[in-house]
C-alpha cells in the first residue's frame, strides 16, 4: 500500500474519499484517548506529536504482528478505511480508559493513550462515553524550527481543524510514512523511539511538498473537513527522493 510514489490517489489508498472496494469490507477504528486536564491542558503541537508517535507505537508493537493478540484487529482495520477517532478524558475517565489493553505513551506536556481497533459501533463502554468535541489546545508559544534531519508531519496551512482532528491527521501521515518504509527503516525508527516533529508548513513550502512524491494524507470528509481535502504531507528522510 504505497503512497509515497502515487501519493493517495491510487486505488488501494486507505485515504481515498472516492467509494472503492474497502468502503464494501467491515469497518473498524482507532480509539485514541488524549489526558486534558482542565487545569494543566497539554501544548496543542505536542498533542499531535504524541498522537502520531501513538499510532506508530500500536503499528510497531509485536503484539499487533503475526499471530499477536491484536494483530486480527490491525487486519481488519487496514482492510476498510482507516479511520481514527480522538476523544479527550480526565480524572476517573482517564483512569478507566487507562486500565483497558492499549499503549499510553507521553510526550513532554501531553499524554495519549491508543486502544486495538474496534468496530465502528462496538467501542467498550469506557470509550464510548467520551467526548469528542472540545478538545481545544493551543501552544503557550511558537513551537521551535523542527528538525529537518528527522521525520517532520506537515500540516496544511490552508485548513483549520481541531486539535482533535489534527492529532487524527497526524496520525495519518504517521502511519502512510510507516507503510512505505522497508523493514529495516521501520525497526530503526521503533529503536529510536518514532522521534518526529509536527509544524504547519508556510504556503510556499506547502505547495511543493504537494507535489514532492512523499506520502500525502487526502482526507475521506467523515467530519469537519471536505473529502478530499490535503491535510498532512509526511517527509521522512528515508522517503525523500
Given at each position: 500500500?504505497?503512497?509515497?510514489?502515487?501519493?493517495?490517489?491510487?486505488?488501494?489508498?486507505?485515504?481515498?474519499?472516492?467509494?472503492?472496494?474497502?468502503?464494501?469490507?467491515?469497518?473498524?477504528?482507532?480509539?485514541?484517548?488524549?489526558?486534558?486536564?482542565?487545569?494543566?491542558?497539554?501544548?496543542?503541537?505536542?498533542?499531535?506529536?504524541?498522537?502520531?508517535?501513538?499510532?506508530?507505537?500500536?503499528?510497531?508493537?509485536?503484539?499487533?504482528?503475526?499471530?499477536?493478540?491484536?494483530?486480527?484487529?490491525?487486519?481488519?482495520?487496514?482492510?476498510?478505511?482507516?479511520?481514527?477517532?480522538?476523544?479527550?478524558?480526565?480524572?476517573?475517565?482517564?483512569?478507566?480508559?487507562?486500565?483497558?489493553?492499549?499503549?499510553?505513551?507521553?510526550?513532554?506536556?501531553?499524554?495519549?493513550?491508543?486502544?486495538?481497533?474496534?468496530?465502528?459501533?462496538?467501542?467498550?463502554?469506557?470509550?464510548a462515553k467520551l467526548q469528542v468535541?472540545?478538545?481545544?489546545?493551543?501552544?503557550?508559544?511558537?513551537?521551535?524550527?523542527?528538525?529537518?534531519?528527522?521525520?517532520?508531519?506537515?500540516?496544511?496551512?490552508?485548513?483549520?481543524?481541531?486539535?482533535?482532528?489534527?492529532?487524527?491527521?497526524?496520525?495519518?501521515?504517521?502511519?502512510?510514512?510507516?507503510?512505505?518504509?522497508?523493514?529495516?527503516?521501520?525497526?530503526?525508527?521503533?529503536?529510536?523511539?518514532?522521534?518526529?516533529?509536527?509544524?504547519?508548513?508556510?504556503?510556499?513550502?506547502?505547495?511543493?511538498?504537494?507535489?514532492?512524491?512523499?506520502?500525502?494524507?487526502?482526507?475521506?470528509?467523515?467530519?469537519?473537513?471536505?473529502?478530499?481535502?490535503?491535510?498532512?504531507?509526511?517527509?521522512?528522510?528515508?522517503?525523500?527522493?
Open positions: 500500500m504505497s503512497s509515497a510514489d502515487t501519493p493517495t490517489d491510487s486505488p488501494g489508498s486507505p485515504f481515498r474519499h472516492e467509494r472503492t472496494p474497502r468502503d464494501e469490507a467491515p469497518q473498524f477504528v482507532l480509539p485514541l484517548v488524549v489526558h486534558i486536564d482542565k487545569a494543566e491542558p497539554p501544548a496543542r503541537t505536542d498533542a499531535l506529536e504524541t498522537a502520531a508517535r501513538a499510532v506508530l507505537a500500536i503499528l510497531g508493537d509485536e503484539r499487533s504482528e503475526g499471530d499477536g493478540e491484536w494483530a486480527r484487529s490491525i487486519r481488519d482495520w487496514h482492510d476498510g478505511r482507516i479511520r481514527k477517532v480522538v476523544r479527550r478524558a480526565r480524572g476517573a475517565e482517564w483512569r478507566k480508559a487507562a486500565a483497558l489493553p492499549g499503549i499510553t505513551v507521553t510526550g513532554t506536556t501531553a499524554e495519549v493513550r491508543v486502544f486495538p481497533p474496534v468496530p465502528l459501533d462496538g467501542w467498550p463502554k469506557e470509550l468535541s472540545g478538545t481545544e489546545l493551543a501552544d503557550p508559544e511558537p513551537p521551535a524550527a523542527p528538525d529537518l534531519a528527522g521525520p517532520v508531519l506537515w500540516l496544511s496551512p490552508e485548513i483549520e481543524m481541531s486539535a482533535g482532528k489534527a492529532m487524527a491527521q497526524a496520525g495519518h501521515g504517521a502511519q502512510l510514512a510507516w507503510l512505505d518504509l522497508p523493514d529495516a527503516q521501520r525497526k530503526a525508527w521503533r529503536e529510536a523511539g518514532y522521534p518526529l516533529s509536527a509544524r504547519t508548513a508556510d504556503a510556499a513550502h506547502w505547495r511543493t511538498l504537494t507535489v514532492s512524491g512523499l506520502p500525502v494524507v487526502r482526507d475521506a470528509g467523515f467530519t469537519e473537513i471536505a473529502p478530499g481535502s490535503c491535510t498532512v504531507v509526511a517527509d521522512h528522510p528515508s522517503l525523500r527522493t
